[in-house]
């Protein structure tokens, strides 16, 4: 990239569940939302998640997405702001440097727990998160470890009454219907924090 590009400015977010962190960047990545665990996949097929697997011993997973990164680790460091100034530093370096996040067929290539997370996330991109936007709200998936799932739901459903049912009846089931494979679903969401908090 040429040397008069400015400087990617990117922000890191802890996260409800404490092994993950989000980073904003401040420019779009070209790409949808995707996840993967594999660092040999990553290496073949997701430039920017190979170099950030390189960067820092221990991350689990990463989910790509059209301005931010997801990074889960195996374990939560004892400061964030270290591992976020060495994983931020990576993900600057290799958008300035080499640019390339996703080769072209990579969702394709997913297989394993990974193409089952990708399914559910496609089901959440496509479906869940459209409806949910009509009353304020939202659903993303903060984690996985095989098939199981860790699902947190903010803005307007994240204090909601009915949110426990939405999360059952709807959530759940749209998943389970595109994904039969996926196996338990947790329910993470901070129902005490954000702007509408629980009752």
């Known amino acids: 990239m040429s040397d008069t590009t400015p400087e990617i400015s990117i922000t890191a977010e802890p996260q409800v569940i404490p092994t993950n962190c989000l ?12 996840y993967t665990s594999d660092p040999d996949w990553a290496k073949e097929w997701a430039p920017l998640a190979s170099a950030i697997f390189k960067a820092q011993d221990g991350v689990q997973g990463i989910r790509l997405g059209p301005a931010e990164v997801l990074i889960t680790l195996e374990s939560t460091p004892e400061d964030w702001r270290e591992s976020a100034r060495t994983l ?11 640019g390339e996040v996703l080769k072209e067929g990579a969702k394709d290539a997913l297989e394993g727990s990974d193409l089952t997370r990708n399914k559910a996330q496609q089901v959440i991109e496509s479906e869940l998160n459209p409806s949910l936007a009509a009353h304020g709200g939202w659903v993303e998936i903060q984690a996985s470890k095989q098939t199981d799932l860790w699902i947190t739901m903010g803005g307007g459903c994240q204090g909601c009454g009915a949110a426990a049912a939405t999360m059952r009846q709807g959530v759940e089931v749209a998943i ?4 039969p494979e996926i196996g338990t679903i947790h329910d993470a969401t901070d129902r005490d924090a954000g702007t509408n908090p629980w009752i």
């Open 23 to 34: 980073f904003r960047v401040d420019r779009g990545l070209g790409t949808e939302v995707l």
């Open 88 to 98: 931020g530093r990576a993900i600057r370096t290799h958008l300035q440097e080499e």
């Open 176 to 179: 389970r219907e595109a994904a």
